[in-house]
Every structure is written in structure tokens, then in C-alpha cells.
T-cell receptor, first 108, second 114 residues
Framework: GDQVKQSPSALSLQEGTNSALRCNFSIATTTVQWFLQNPRGSLMNLFYLVPGTKENGRLKSTFNSKESYSTLHIRDAQLEDSGTYFCAAHSAGNKLTFGIGTRVLVRP | DPKIIQKPKYLVAVTGSEKILICEQYLGHNAMYWYRQSAKKPLEFMFSYSYQKLMDNQTASSRFQPQSSKKNHLDLQITALKPDDSATYFC?????????????FGHGTKLSVL
């Protein structure tokens, strides 16, 4: 919880717009994962990151280990992007630690 | 097609009863996990198994018992159910059980204890 802080806690987006979600880490993080929990409750793994950037369709994620944060950018938001986005951090010797999530609602 | 199958999707139980949550994965992974998601809390790690052996247990209560009959199965037996056990329980898997591996989740079993 406190070791992985997600912001904002909630976000409302107009369809077709862009936005960014952020995770700040207070632990020395080696890898980051981003998940989307859709409105039906299923959890999907979006990204697995070592320091650097990955892109998948309209989603792009960056992990900056030196400054202890990760971002998830949503480009041209679609209705199916609605859900709760979780980041999770791994630090050496520890279990994956999850943030509390960012609830995203994409409006038509 | 879902590669991690959890059954049932929804479950209602009475206080004091016992239930088994089923999980099967078809990703060819060697490690499986259980997580719990309660309202307004982060996903909480419960158990990890690797090659059918218990690797880690961070559940305080012995009422929660994982059961692995096959490498790709990890069921969760919950006894003497309490209302506080109400949550969504997620099964997950990864390749070998290293803590930094990519994690894949099932769709969850939403348990309500009355």
C-alpha cells in the first residue's frame, strides 16, 4: 500500500483523449508490472517492465528505477479502457507489492 | 480462451461452513498463487506454490489451506467461514516461482459469507 502509491485515485476521460497514470515507489524496485481489472473483475497483465519503456498498441509504460516511479500512458482512450489499473513493484527479497489502483472511466 | 480457470465465479456461503475454490492453469507454468482482494485494500498475497510445493504462506489463519493435486491445479479450502472472509480470491501463475516473474491472474472467485 504505502510502498507503492498510485495517482490519481480516479480519472474520468473523454473518449479519444490521452492521459497518464503514475506509480511512485518508496522501495528499491527492480521490476514493475501493470494490470487492468476490467468492470467484470478480470485482471489482465498489461506490462512487465525492467527500467525502460514498453509500448503495446495505445498503451505505453515507462519505469524509471533511479527516480522510483513508473507511468502508464493511455492514448486515444476507448470505452474498453475503463477499469481499475494497478501497478505492482518487485524489490529484492520481497513479494510483489501492489498499489491500491486508479479507477478509470472513459466517457463516450 | 481463458488460460487460468477459476470455479465458481461467484460463491455465497453461510458463516461456519466450508468451501473449496478451484483453480487450474493451462499456461504450462510451474508456480501458482492465491491472492485476496478486499474492498479498498491492495491485492494481498496469500500463498505461493512451486512444483507443487508450498513456498510461502502469508495467511495468518490455518482456516485457509491450499491443495495441489496436480502441477497445474491449486485449490483453496476455507473452513469455518466468517463474514470477514468475504472478498474476491484470485488465483495466479508464473513460470517458475521467482519473485520477479511476470504474473498472470484468473478471473477470480467472489465469495460472500452471510
Amino acid at each position: 500500500g504505502d510502498q507503492v502509491k498510485q495517482s490519481p485515485s480516479a480519472l474520468s476521460l473523454q473518449e479519444g483523449t490521452n492521459s497518464a497514470l503514475r506509480c511512485n515507489f518508496s522501495i528499491a524496485t527492480t521490476t514493475v508490472q501493470w494490470f487492468l481489472q476490467n468492470p467484470r473483475g478480470s485482471l489482465m497483465n498489461l506490462f512487465y517492465l525492467v527500467p525502460g519503456t514498453k509500448e503495446n498498441g495505445r498503451l505505453k509504460s515507462t519505469f524509471n528505477s533511479k527516480e522510483s516511479y513508473s507511468t502508464l500512458h493511455i492514448r486515444d482512450a476507448q470505452l474498453e479502457d475503463s477499469g481499475t489499473y494497478f501497478c505492482a513493484a518487485h524489490s529484492a527479497g520481497n513479494k510483489l507489492t501492489f498499489g491500491i489502483g486508479t479507477r478509470v472511466l472513459v466517457r463516450p | 480462451d481463458p488460460k487460468i480457470i477459476q470455479k465458481p465465479k461467484y460463491l455465497v456461503a453461510v458463516t461456519g461452513s466450508e468451501k473449496i475454490l478451484i483453480c487450474e492453469q493451462y499456461l504450462g507454468h510451474n508456480a501458482m498463487y492465491w491472492y485476496r482482494q478486499s474492498a479498498k485494500k491492495p491485492l494481498e498475497f496469500m500463498f505461493s506454490y512451486s512444483y507443487q510445493k508450498l513456498m510461502d504462506n502469508q495467511t495468518a489463519s490455518s482456516r485457509f489451506q491450499p491443495q495441489s493435486s496436480k502441477k497445474n491445479h491449486l485449490d483453496l479450502q476455507i473452513t469455518a467461514l466468517k463474514p470477514d472472509d468475504s472478498a474476491t480470491y484470485f488465483c495466479a501463475s508464473s513460470q517458475d516461482g521467482r519473485e520477479d516473474e511476470r504474473l498472470f491472474f484468473g478471473h477470480g472467485t467472489k465469495l460472500s459469507v452471510l
